[in-house]
């Protein structure tokens, strides 16, 4: 179910202004950056989240450059009409904007990637300005910020309380003002992420953000689950869903040598394949993420929410 061409900005926005959800997943070498294009994904994110994943890392800080590049390359040969995000390891662009401008510019030349992603709000606002007036797309990251977690006293769900929910809201708002072409949020009830994707013109997409976002992100290694150590609330493994559908296939094959030598369909790759596709209709239909895969918020903190100005910004805006 291949999606037949490659993603755009202005599409992008369009998806966003009608409603249509964007699917998105991770990818960090060839063979599965292949099985997501072939299953028709709209956007790869090359994420430092490969450190962990896919180099044993136990966190996203030790993850250099050199790694995220040679990463990128190799999704880039698996998926080459599919729009590619590079993610902006930790070191690459705290420093300077020349820093941010210089290494942004690698993911574009030398692994061939449509846009890149950096975290922070307000604090890198000028580096996604010098990004973007370098002509590449820079998608920003809120919420749980894996590179900076510890700030936030760890892996914790974020925008249940006023202050947090305001500070993401005017974060979100410089970044967009920065020239953002994108946003993503990380760990975090629908409700308040509903509203900040509702109050940016630019498309809002999230990873455990839940169901009032522009799109879904998932990381492979939990959709296929390839990775032992730990899978958060909102990750779904498809596997267990299309495996009578992959026994399925394997049995209208007499020969299965010859399905392997000739089709190379008899096995993990057509696996994957097939759990992407149903990743990607989930999301389509708004299946996924359904109640379970999202963080719930107490009534009381929601009620407490709803009294932000941002909150009544956002409903005057929408219903004009």
């Excluded at 991770?26 to 896919?54: N, R, W």
């Excluded at 760890?154 to 708002?173: A, D, H, N, P, W």
Aim: glycine share 10%; charged share 25%.
């Amino acid at each position: 179910m291949k999606r037949g061409h490659k993603l755009n900005l202005l599409e992008l926005n369009r998806m966003k202004r009608t409603g249509e959800p964007v699917t998105w997943i991770t990818a960090y070498d060839a063979p599965l950056a292949h099985a997501a294009e072939q299953a028709g994904i709209d956007m790869i994110l090359v994420g430092d989240s490969g450190g962990m994943v896919q180099l044993g890392h136990k966190s996203t800080n030790p993850v250099t450059m050199d790694e995220m590049i040679v990463l990128a390359q190799s999704a880039r040969r698996g998926a080459p009409a599919t729009f590619i995000v590079g993610d902006m390891p930790q070191g690459s662009f705290e420093v300077s904007d020349e820093d941010a401008v210089r290494n942004a510019v690698r993911f574009v030349k030398d692994a061939a990637c449509d846009a890149v992603k950096l975290e922070g709000g307000r604090r890198v606002s000028s580096r996604v300005r010098a990004i973007a007036d370098a002509g590449i797309l820079a998608i920003g990251h809120l919420g749980l910020t894996p590179q900076s977690a510890t700030s936030f006293g760890g892996y914790r769900v974020q925008c249940k309380t006023l202050e947090s929910f305001e500070s993401t809201i005017e974060e979100s708002l410089a970044l967009e003002e920065a020239g953002a072409a994108g946003l993503l949020l990380e760990a975090m009830p629908s409700e308040p992420a509903g509203q900040i994707a509702r109050s940016l013109r630019i498309p809002v997409l999230g990873i455990g953000a839940g169901s009032q976002v522009d799109g879904q992100l998932l990381i492979m290694h939990d959709v296929l689950g390839f990775y032992a150590d730990f899978r958060p609330l909102f990750a779904k493994c498809y596997v267990p869903q299309v495996i009578d559908r992959f026994r399925d296939h394997l049995a209208r094959h007499a020969d299965l040598r010859r399905l392997g030598r000739e089709e190379r369909a008899d096995g993990l790759l057509t696996l994957a394949r097939l759990a992407l596709e149903e990743y990607v209709g989930e999301v389509r239909s708004g299946l996924f993420p359904g109640e379970e895969y999202c963080y719930p918020i107490e009534p009381g903190d929601l009620e407490i929410l709803e009294r932000s100005k941002y909150w009544v910004k956002t409903r005057e805006l929408t219903s004009t």
